[in-house]
T-cell receptor, first 112, second 111 residues
Framework: EPEVTQTPSHQVTQMGQEVILRCVPI?????FYWYRQILGQKVEFLVS????????KSEIFDDQFSVERPDGSNFTLKIRSTKLEDSAMYFC??????????FGPGTRLTVL | LAKTTQPISMDSYEGQEVNITCSHN???????ITWYQQFPSQGPRFIIQ???TKVTNEVASLFIPADRKSSTLSLPRVSLSDTAVYYC????????????FGAGTILRVKS
């Protein structure tokens, strides 16, 4: 069964550093998303991406965040200058023509 | 997006049927009802989606009354591995739409 993969599984970084979280969505999917979940809290939408551009973003997704689909398979989330409050699980998801979203296993980001 | 209300937590025993009810009084005509499951340290996973009446798949059933102001996710004969958080989402499920998660219901299955 096809699945969404994410790397790394755990990323530790110093405050102010840039991080790039990587995702490989399901190959024939057209819509891509990033969500995050702070420990013990609910899953929060960050951004959706379609046809090589952002289709929607939340207020969390400020200028420190960016997304890119650098090639035909990868989908990345970049945080330019990490803050302590960026520590969370980051989930990538993708969906096809039917809006069942498939989530990856997540990347745990720890900002020290 | 319609506001949803579901119990914070539920306890059950292996082999029992579990019903989790979600209230969504402000559901709009075009809204669908979707349930996701999340295990600790994993991404949410789609369980079932419906618009009205009853929907059944290999893992669950979804009951939606005629007024659509609530819905019930039914898990038959739960096992320990069904211990997870269950989220009720209500919204117009157009392709590419974001998912808006609430706090969910923590289901604990005991032996």
């Amino acid at each position: 069964e096809p699945e969404v993969t994410q790397t790394p599984s755990h990323q530790v970084t110093q405050m102010g550093q840039e991080v790039i979280l990587r995702c490989v969505p399901i190959s024939n999917h057209l819509y891509f998303y990033w969500y995050r979940q702070i420990l013990g809290q609910k899953v929060e939408f960050l951004v959706s991406f379609y046809n090589n551009e952002i289709s929607e973003k939340s207020e969390i997704f400020d200028d420190q965040f960016s997304v890119e689909r650098p090639d035909g398979s990868n989908f990345t989330l970049k945080i330019r200058s990490t803050k302590l409050e960026d520590s969370a699980m980051y989930f990538c998801a993708s969906s096809g023509t039917y809006n069942e979203q498939f989530f990856g296993p997540g990347t745990r980001l720890t900002v020290l | 997006l319609a506001k949803t209300t579901q119990p914070i937590s539920m306890d059950s025993y292996e082999g029992q049927e579990v019903n989790i009810t979600c209230s969504h009084n402000n559901i709009a005509t075009n809204d669908y009802i979707t349930w996701y499951q999340q295990f600790p340290s994993q991404g949410p996973r789609f369980i079932i989606q419906g618009y009205k009446t009853k929907v059944t798949n290999e893992v669950a059933s979804l009951f939606i009354p005629a007024d659509r102001k609530s819905s019930t996710l039914s898990l038959p004969r739960v096992s320990l591995s069904d211990t997870a958080v269950y989220y009720c989402l209500v919204g117009y499920m157009e392709y590419g739409n974001k998912l808006v998660f609430g706090a969910g219901t923590i289901l604990r299955v005991k032996s």
